[in-house]
């Protein structure tokens, strides 16, 4: 979090957030990951409406992302 630019940044688990590049879902209790999991990406964007709605700036990073493409994109919102 950045208060004073308002820019939230998240930095999201291609597991728990179900990242469309690298998502599973466990054998066992398919079905209960399945809805966790969806609801988890549900959340993401609840939050990431709300806080835009708040004059807020959203980032949102995978794990799997080059973590210096990501500081770049990063500096870049605050930059602004």
Request: aromatic share 12%; hydrophobic share 45%.
């Amino acid at each position: 979090m950045f208060p004073r630019a308002r820019v939230a940044v998240f930095v999201d688990g291609c597991f728990w957030h179900w990242c469309e590049e690298h998502a599973h879902v466990p054998k066992a209790n398919a079905e209960l990951w399945r809805t966790k999991l969806l609801a988890n990406r549900q959340r993401d964007a609840w939050h990431d409406a709300v806080l835009r709605s708040e004059g807020w700036r959203v980032i949102r990073v995978w794990e799997h992302d080059d973590v210096q493409t990501a500081a770049d994109t990063i500096e870049a919102v605050l930059d602004r």
